[in-house]
């Protein structure tokens, strides 16, 4: 019933055309307790409550002329009309809800209703909804309802993880949901409880997975029975792929510190290459590993660990790229070329079985930190044997030097007494070659003695030793020669000496050779620095009796038998 109607009732205002129009008194108005006017024809107030004082003063100052022209359409209709009009106020404004509503005797009845409060309730919930429906946006990326059926009935308006919400609205989560070991994802979705944030996965609208953190509420009817669920969900996908990158980062570091370590701890160079091919293999789950140095000629090996496959096509393709994956001879090989100051010094190759599980990108990034930590080590074994090279040759005919020369020849002799194999020690001595230095210089002088180096190497096999003792002597050792071949290769090298007349100094003084000879039996007691006496005695011996010749040392007797 309309609060017209009712006032119409209460005060004896309805229209009765038998008895003619009634005329609404001052003291009926005054019984409203909300502001009451009465309008004459032309909207001025005739009659006004205490209640409506305000509002009646108002409209005198033609403030308010709405409430005159919602009059004026009443009576022109001869129906009721409604409207709503704002006063000031010391709090605020008051909304005040107008009923207008035509009498008989051409005048109109205003009836004000406060709707302040109801108008402020009414803001404050649009205002409330907003702000949840804003926060929920802000704190989720999406809200969700379950139906009794176990269906979405609900999803929010912009839809979930490229899904629209129209293409989700009917259809069971479990249908998005991807199978994660040790994971329920339907709990938010069916659990009786309250649950906050579970771990989710999804599959998108382009199949891809995403983590969600889902958290609900169940809902239940009036006897506590569950009725379905209200949740929201917040897309975790970037933070969990970043969680797991820094993961394996932490994991790759790991991998590569225990590998740097391994080769650090190594004192002797040449063992880093077989240490860091063991850990490589093994940080890698390979079945094996090599590792290769590049020199002037190629590719030479370095070292390896278990089983490993044909590198040739592998290394033929660091002629022109840095890394190579793929398959060969039914095995999978993951390579880089290492590197030191941009230039590639070697390469590394780990080897898995064919069937094993393929290359992923962390094992892509763990080889190249592994290829750089071994191009450092290559570089070191390099200096360590350009080091090692200068100190045991000479410099000028890259001959063994001294030192070097009686090391390996220590060896040598000492391996003698097992062989059980003649050997012979040859000094080699150049005649008047102070005088090439005192005429020509000190040039001509190292061309003499390259000359010299020449002559040597030619007459003598890569298994003999050759040396340059210093100044303008030199040694060879002759491994396994008996009396007969030692004779042989001196008169060779003093045939060939003949060349060496190019140099002299005077005619009268030539550059030539002494040579003293002396050969040591296998079955002979005797020791190393005898040898050596020896052949300084029979090459000195050939000095004294006028150069340019060699001279065989006397053997030394035979110890008695016991």
Not at 294 to 321: H, K, M, Q, W, Y
Not at 435 to 463: Q, S, W
Request: charged content about 25%; some cysteine.
């Amino acid at each position: 019933m309309s609060m017209i109607k009712t006032l119409q009732d209460l005060l004896g205002l309805a229209a009765d055309h038998r008895s003619g129009p009634r005329v609404l008194g001052l003291d009926a108005l005054e019984s409203f307790p909300t502001p009451a006017l009465i309008l004459d024809a032309q909207g001025q107030v005739s009659e006004a409550n205490s209640a409506a004082a305000r509002l009646a003063g108002l409209m005198v100052e033609g403030a308010l002329p709405g409430i005159a022209a919602a009059a004026g359409r009443a009576l022109a209709s001869g129906r009721s009309q409604m409207d709503s009009v704002m006063l000031p106020d010391k709090d605020g404004l008051m909304l005040f809800d107008l009923s207008v509503l035509p009498l008989h005797d051409g005048t109109a009845l205003v009836l004000a209703k406060d709707a302040t409060l109801e108008s402020n309730l009414r803001a404050a919930l649009v205002e409330s909804r907003q702000r949840y429906k804003d926060l929920v946006e802000i704190s989720s990326d999406f809200a969700w309802e379950i139906g009794p059926e176990g269906s979405f009935v609900f999803v929010s308006p912009r839809g979930a993880l490229g899904h629209a919400a129209d293409q989700l609205v009917g259809r069971l989560p479990q249908e998005f949901i991807v199978e994660q070991p040790g994971i329920n994802g339907l709990v938010p979705f069916t659990s009786d409880r309250p649950v906050e944030d579970a771990e989710v996965w999804l599959r998108r609208a382009d199949g891809a997975a995403a983590c969600v953190l889902a958290s609900s509420s169940p809902l239940r009817d009036g006897e506590g029975r569950r009725r379905g669920a209200r949740g929201v969900c917040r897309d975790v996908t970037l933070e969990r792929e970043r969680d797991a990158a820094l993961v394996r980062a932490n994991n790759r570091e790991r991998l590569l510190t225990y590998i740097v370590r391994t080769i650090r701890d190594v004192v002797d160079p040449a063992d880093m290459l077989k240490i860091a091919a063991e850990a490589t293999a093994r940080a890698l789950s390979g079945i094996g590993c090599q590792i290769y140095r590049r020199t002037e000629t190629g590719f030479i090996p370095g070292s390896a660990f278990g089983a490993v496959g044909s590198s040739a096509p592998i290394l033929a393709v660091f002629n022109t790229d840095d890394r190579f994956e793929g398959h060969v001879e039914q095995r999978m090989a993951l390579a880089a070329l290492t590197r030191y100051r941009q230039g590639g010094n070697g390469a590394i190759i780990v080897w898995r079985n064919g069937d094993a599980q393929g290359w992923s990108d962390d094992d892509r990034l763990l080889l190249e930190d592994v290829a750089n930590q071994i191009g450092i080590a290559n570089e070191q074994i390099a200096n360590h044997e350009r080091i090692l090279t200068l100190s045991r040759t000479d410099g000028l005919t890259g001959l063994y030097n001294r030192r070097a020369f009686f090391e390996e020849l220590t060896r040598r002799f000492n391996r003698l007494a097992f062989d059980r194999k003649p050997a012979a020690l040859i000094y080699v001595d150049l005649d008047n070659f102070k005088l090439v230095n005192d005429l020509f210089g000190h040039k001509r002088g190292d061309e003499a003695l390259l000359a010299v180096r020449d002559i040597l190497l030619t007459h003598t096999r890569p298994v003999d030793l050759l040396a340059r003792l210093g100044g303008d002597e030199f040694a060879i050792w002759l491994e396994g020669a008996d009396e007969a071949i030692a004779t042989r290769r001196c008169r060779e090298i003093l045939e060939a000496g003949a060349l060496l007349a190019q140099f002299s100094g005077r005619p009268d003084a030539q550059l030539t050779l002494s040579l003293g000879v002396a050969v040591h039996q296998g079955d002979s007691p005797e020791s190393m620095n005898e040898l050596l006496s020896r052949a300084d005695e029979a090459m000195y011996g050939v000095k004294r009796d006028g150069k340019s010749d060699f001279r065989l040392a006397v053997q030394p007797p035979l110890s008695p038998p016991s």
